[in-house]
């Protein structure tokens, strides 16, 4: 989804539980803030330049009247100076089902219209990132185009945000994804999800592969060389490279010599002139 300053945003599901959420969601870029409980005194904030930790307007929000007649009150504080993000936990389990929820997105955008959006959970935490300029999940940003060397499976499956989809290749030398961005960002973090992550055995996880950036698709740096990999999920931090196309070479595939990847993310920020 594009980033428009003029929207306000609902994300429609909770990204993750905060019952061992590192364990839940390695790789995660964001968590939801919630302490059961409405405490004024419990606000918003930002881990490590990176990591937000988003209030919940309302935790386990059980009554439709409830939650719409919150979404009024906070809706009629926004300003339209700039985009305005909001966060609900909803209680499915008592009157508000998901047509119920539904119901209630239709009123409110016809209501308001053009003005508020309800997204993904992944959207939502990724859009709030880029509008206060913290690293951004690049490869879920409109712009970016993806392409493979091998089209043995759709290359967008590396970046839809699930493992649960998968790219795979036949095995051959050279297997590689790489992704234009549209424009140059500070690009400082890779976090690649193998087979493992979607289910299959891990022994199938790319064994060796390498991340390369460059700024002009013809002049490329290695950034990431990992070798011997047997994990599910990698999680690369490096000092920030200015670059607009970025490319994962399979250099080792796993057990059966066929190339996968099920989920890709590098996060970035708008480069400087």
Sequence with gaps: MKFNSRLAYLPLLTACWMASIFDLCQGQNHWPENRFASYPSVAGSVAGNRVRFEKLVIPYATTYEHLQQSLHAEIA????NGPYFLAYQVNIWKEMKPRRIVRLMNELKQEFPEQIEFVRADHFFNLSNQAHQLPFNLAMHPETQITASDDASDPKSAIDGTPNTLWTADANEGNQLTLDFGDAYEVERLVIRHAGAAGLDASLNSKSFTLKLSRNGTD??????ADDNTSNVGDYEFPS???????????????????????????????QP
């Design 77 to 80: 504080k926004w300003d339209r």
């Design 220 to 225: 490329w740096q290695t950034i990431v060389q």
């Design 241 to 271: 490279v200015a670059a607009r196309f970025a490319r994962i070479e399979i250099d080792e595939p796993g057990r059966d010599d066929q190339a996968r990847i099920a989920d890709v993310e590098l996060f970035g920020k708008t480069a």
